[in-house]
């Protein structure tokens, strides 16, 4: 279950630095294949549904706690 987390998040991280211009083309294919590399190594088996429930949370009204 945590290498399914592991590579959801990834592959969501990869996406969006990709879609916002943070990668080349050239560095997009470098990652995702390493990505995949890491997904055969470790036989990690996701769904297109788990893939996609992967999400970022923020919240502009965060602050930090006082002890």
């Not at 050239?26 to 990690?44: A, G, P, Y």
């Amino acid at each position: 279950m945590e290498n399914r987390r592991k590579l959801a998040i990834a592959n969501l991280c990869r996406g969006f630095l990709r879609i916002q211009g943070f990668l080349t083309d050239s560095e997009n294919e470098k990652i995702c294949q390493r990505i995949l590399n890491w997904q055969d190594e470790n036989e990690v088996e996701i769904t297109e549904e788990q893939l996609l429930s992967a999400d970022f949370t923020y919240d502009d009204n965060a602050k930090e706690e006082e002890e």
